[in-house]
């Protein structure tokens, strides 16, 4: 059942242990990752066609997500579709909770990448991210990547 969402499945987010050595790997698979990224707390490219690929080491999810801890064992992968506002996060995380409340994970934030972010998962349990670019702000907390 679609519901009339406007949101562009673009995002594939691993998050890892060891930032460094995950970029490393897939640097090493021929993707073009900007050096001097080991400590930063996201990092995100754009790989051909506009899929981006994103990592998140432990410690940023542990911000919004408090006793978070990798799964163990294989499919540890993390989704997420942009929306076209920060009201269209809001607009969809309502809509999809109301149409199955276990999708509830995190209810709609604003991240200090300035981005609007909300995390629903799916019915076997994997999240998927809803994200827009917040308005510009002087005091934003991470540069671009």
Not at 46 to 54: N, Q
Not at 56 to 61: E, G, L, M, R
Not at 85 to 104: F, I, Q
Not at 110 to 122: E, I, K, N
């Given at each position: 059942?679609?519901?009339?969402?406007?949101?562009?499945?673009?995002?594939?987010?691993?998050?890892?242990?060891?930032?460094?050595?995950?970029?490393?790997?897939?640097?090493?698979?021929?993707?073009?990752?900007?050096?001097?990224?080991?400590?930063?707390?996201?990092?995100?490219v754009?790989?051909?066609?506009?899929?981006?690929?994103?990592w998140?080491?432990?410690?940023?999810?542990e911000?919004?997500?408090?006793?978070?801890?990798?799964?163990?064992?294989e499919?540890?992968?993390?989704?997420?579709?942009?929306?076209?506002?920060?009201?269209?996060?809001?607009?969809?995380?309502?809509?999809?909770?109301?149409?199955?409340?276990?999708?509830?994970?995190?209810?709609p934030?604003?991240?200090?990448?300035?981005?609007?972010?909300?995390?629903?998962?799916?019915?076997?349990?994997?999240?998927?991210?809803?994200?827009?670019?917040?308005?510009?702000?002087?005091?934003?907390?991470?540069?671009?990547?």
């Open positions: 059942m679609n519901l009339n969402l406007h949101l562009t499945f673009d995002f594939i987010g691993i998050v890892t242990a060891d930032l460094a050595r995950s970029l490393a790997f897939y640097r090493s698979l021929g993707i073009a990752i900007p050096e001097g990224l080991d400590d930063a707390p996201h990092v995100e754009v790989l051909p066609g506009g899929l981006k690929l994103a998140d080491p432990v410690s940023t999810i911000t919004f997500s408090p006793g978070f801890s990798l799964p163990s064992g499919s540890r992968i993390g989704f997420a579709c942009s929306a076209e506002s920060p009201a269209d996060v809001d607009a969809a995380y309502s809509a999809l909770v109301e149409r199955d409340p276990a999708a509830a994970h995190t209810a934030w604003d991240a200090p990448w300035d981005q609007r972010y909300a995390t629903v998962r799916d019915p076997d349990g994997n999240t998927v991210d809803i994200y827009a670019p917040l308005p510009a702000s002087p005091d934003s907390e991470l540069p671009p990547v």
